[in-house]
Every structure is written in C-alpha cells, then in structure tokens.
C-alpha cells in the first residue's frame, strides 16, 4: 500500500513536502515515481529515483524540486520549492514493480499568487 501525504496551500515561492509511505512487500522495487496531474490537463510525470539512487526530473521542476528516500524506502519523499501557481495538481506516487504499478490515493498541492 502506498500513502501521499503532505500536499496543502502555499502562497508562491513557498515550499512543500510530499510523503509516500510504503507499507507491506514489494517484491523486484526498481523505482518510485511522482506524478500530477493539473485540472483539465493530462498526467505529468514529475520526479522518478531509481532504487540504486538515480534521479531524474521534469524540465518544469528541475531545480526546484528534490525526491529523495530514506535508506530502508519505506518512505520517499518530493521536496518542492519555489513553488508556482501552475505547480497546482494532485500530486500521486506511483511505485514501479517487476510485477507491476502501484499507486497512492494522490494529495492535493494547491500555490497561491
């Protein structure tokens, strides 16, 4: 199972903090994935760290924007900063398996102007 949490109202140039939980076993993890999705505009993928660490961004938030995990990746985390209106979407996790996708329920991340 997979919990986002963190998401919230924040005026522009704020920061935020997104949490993925991971609880119960994963069998072949081989990334996690931020993703969001805006009102009326499709999904966007947004962050990805590879379980050997590597990470990759959208242009849109490159160097803004950090996804890190702790070292057992029971939880990763998108540190957003110099947050924009249009950083506005629900923002879901979305864990890539060797026998599958998984998902959390998404968190709404809302930027003030």
């Known amino acids: 199972q997979l919990q986002a949490s963190g998401g919230g109202l924040v005026q522009t140039g704020g920061s935020l903090r997104l949490s993925c939980a991971i609880s119960?076993?994963?069998?072949?993890?081989?990334?996690m994935r931020w993703h969001r999705q805006a009102p009326g505009k499709q999904r966007e993928l947004v962050a990805t760290?590879?379980?050997?660490?590597?990470?990759t961004y959208a242009d849109s938030v490159k160097r803004r924007f950090t996804i890190s995990a702790d070292n057992a990746w029971d939880t990763v985390y998108l540190e957003m900063g110099s947050l924009k209106p249009e950083d506005t979407a629900i923002y879901y996790c979305?864990?890539?398996?060797?026998?599958?996708?998984?998902w959390g329920q998404g968190t709404l991340v809302t930027v003030s102007s």
């Open positions: 119960g076993s994963f069998f072949g993890i081989s990334a």
């Open positions: 979305n864990l890539v398996t060797s026998l599958g996708d998984y």
């Open positions: 760290i590879y379980k050997k660490g590597t990470t």
